[in-house]
């Protein structure tokens, strides 16, 4: 059974310190693991798409990674702004490729 | 570009009764995915449309259904809601050989 976990479940930093989240998968075929961030009330952020091992995506402070078991997002100093709870996702093994499987995700504070 | 829209923003609806969710997506989107969002369940996959066909579904009952109209525009209904049934429900659309899910801002049902 396709599963997706999260750790940690929430994360306080102070703004400024670097952290990272990690998000294991237990997946038939890997067909893309996607990061999203969530603000309260509000619709999931598409942030990211990686597809093979060793690949690596960036966008200002936030840098994903993947490798075969597990992805990292990586959080260089960040900012109050990036309070959120980020949620990472994988296509359902045994059907389409747009049905995705959701970990619980990790909700991050940054406090100034 | 307009992103997805999701119409009402917000439902209260009593245990016995029916509602239905519109969602218009991405122009350019063929497909359109629905999502169940609750604290303790977190995101969960509801079903898939594409070319007005439903390709996949999730782990819901009947009670949960829906349809695509030929201008990609989605709806889902839940017929003989129940209080469990409240929950925040996420719109997804996608391009048809791209797996990366754009979501909408949601309606946030609550059933009495």
């Known amino acids: 059974e396709d599963q997706v976990t999260q750790s940690p479940e929430a994360l306080r930093l102070q703004e400024g310190e670097s952290s990272s989240l990690n998000c294991s998968y237990t997946?038939?075929?890997?067909?893309?693991l996607f990061w999203y961030r969530q603000d309260p009330g509000k619709g999931p952020e598409f942030l990211f798409t990686?597809?093979?091992a060793g690949e690596e995506k960036e966008k200002e402070r936030l840098k994903a990674t993947l490798t075969k078991k597990e992805s990292f997002l990586h959080i260089t100093a960040p900012k109050p702004e990036d309070s959120a709870t980020y949620l990472c996702?994988?296509?359902?093994?045994?059907?389409?490729?747009?049905?995705?499987?959701f970990g619980s995700g990790t909700r991050l504070q940054v406090q100034p | 570009k307009a992103g997805v829209t999701q119409t009402p923003r917000y439902l209260i609806k009593t245990r016995g009764q029916q509602v239905t969710l519109s969602c218009s997506p991405i122009s350019g989107h063929r497909s359109v995915s629905w999502y169940q969002q609750t604290p303790g369940q977190g995101l969960q996959f509801l079903f898939e449309?594409?070319?007005?066909?439903?390709?996949n579904k999730g782990n819901f009952p009947g009670r949960f259904s829906g349809r695509q109209f030929s201008n990609s525009r989605s709806e889902m209904n839940v017929s003989t809601l129940e209080l469990g049934d409240s929950a925040l429900y996420l719109c997804a659309s996608s391009l048809r050989k791209v797996t990366e899910a754009f979501f909408g801002q949601g309606t946030r049902l609550t059933v009495v």
């Open positions: 990686l597809y093979s």
């Open positions: 997946v038939s075929g890997l067909r893309g």
């Open positions: 996702a994988v296509p359902l093994g045994s059907t389409g490729r747009r049905a995705l499987t």
């Open positions: 449309y594409f070319s007005e066909t439903q390709r």
